[in-house]
């Protein structure tokens, strides 16, 4: 079947989306129906042989696999707005809206589609996304056309929906947290001698770097920390001065709080 994909509210995830699907080839841009109230906005993309429009019915019609990008306050509303134009022997829907399950989903489009739920974060923008998925079917040629979409804007981990909000906070929240960390090295580079901007450059190749040893040897953080960590070393004095104030902990702490807020 050819691919046939609308992206419903294209806004700056749904573009690093649209963006992952041009550059891998997922499907051809005359393929590809994008909407969006203020469609000027994605003229660089008609431009490119992508549909703009802002009629979501529309889009809905030309496509079987539905990327919906909206807002999870207005996601279900919407969905209601255009239910019509979903076909449960054609359409995929997918949903990028935190905290709205797939039963809801359902209802709102009053359909027994194939329904999937997916949590990108914003890597996804230079094809680095970790994209959390979920759906309600089994049959593997589904499943299929769904990762293959989300592999254009980088890896994917299918879960259980009750680890949905989990993932949410862990790879999509899990970005700042991270990023804050990065922060707080570079603003430490600063203070023993180094200019923001080489202080950066050294940060951002040593995380990278770090990432990439995890992955690539598929270790534990520990076991990459204890080759670095010498005997009366400054390794070992650094981290464990880090721990003396709750550097763990804190972390700890701030990922089931972002949780415990999701779920509340």
Known sequence: ???????????????AILEGLLDVGYTSPENITATRRNVETLSTFKDRGVNVTSDNSKAI???????VALK???????????????????????????????????IATSRELAIFRAMPNTAAFVSESLTCICGNTAD???NETVRLMFEGIGSIQFIEEELMEAATVLGACGVAYVLRFMRAMVQGGI???????????????????ASKLLIENDTHPEQEIDKVTTPKGCTIEGLNEMEHHGFSSALIKGIVTSYEKIEK
């Open 72 to 106: 999870p306050h207005n996601i279900l509303s919407i969905l209601e707005e255009v239910r019509d134009a979903f076909n449960p022997e054609k359409h995929i829907l997918v949903s990028l809206a935190t905290g709205i399950t797939i039963d809801q989903l359902g």
């Open 140 to 142: 593997e040629k589904t």
């Open 61 to 67: 019609k030309n496509a079987n696999l539905v990327l």
């Open 191 to 209: 203070q023993i001698g180094f200019s923001s901007k080489v202080a950066s450059f050294i940060v951002n190749q040593t995380v990278n770097g």
């Open 1 to 15: 079947m050819e691919r046939k994909v609308a992206i419903i509210g294209c806004g700056n995830l749904g573009i």
